[in-house]
């Protein structure tokens, strides 16, 4: 059977491949697997058809014959691990790229997507400033430590992993913002990830999808 996976409709990021199936296409175009998607309204999202795959009425979610997954991390793992080409087959290195994998998710994309959403959700609240500066810190103080450990490398650890595609598609939601460009090997470390064929496929992909809802 065909692997399916779930998408916005409508994107808000308005064709900009900042949405999460982003990763999960990326991930399926690097393993060279074929997949389907399932295109989602917001309406459609809190459908119970659509809850009982991801109780939390979001996207993506990944199917494929009687396995069903959500979380876009967990499924570019799933994937990493079933298909060659995105893990190393070496114990260590493995274990470490998948120590990558969590930092992206866990400790660099929290303070960057609290931003964006304070950005669009509490410009207008007394706190929005003080709240912005301290996201701001904590996003530079991350960025730091990160570029001090790429220094260099073209990838993070060795030869590029899953977790190189994470960190990649977390870091994009800061460029144009300063911060990132603060950085010059972190915006060439993301600019190399962008230049793979494989990124290139899936964000003109998910590109589509605005563009023919745009014009639809």
Known sequence: MTITITAFERSPDRGRGLARD??????????????????????AMKEPSHLALHPF???????????????SGAIVFHIAERHAGLLPDDANA??????????ALDTVEPPIFDRALAKILERDEPWYEQRLRFLEDSIRKRLGDLSSRLGDADWLDGAFSAGDLLMVTVLRRLQGSGMLEDHPNLSAYVARGEARPAYKRAFSAQLAVFTAASTG
Do not use: K
């Open 22 to 43: 982003m990763r999960v296409r990326w991930a399926l175009e690097e393993v060279g697997q074929p997949y389907e998607v399932r295109l989602l309204s917001f309406e």
């Open 94 to 103: 493995r274990a470490r790229a998948i120590a990558w994998m969590f930092a």
């Open 57 to 71: 009425g979001q996207i993506p979610t990944y199917e494929d014959g009687d396995l069903a997954l959500f979380e």
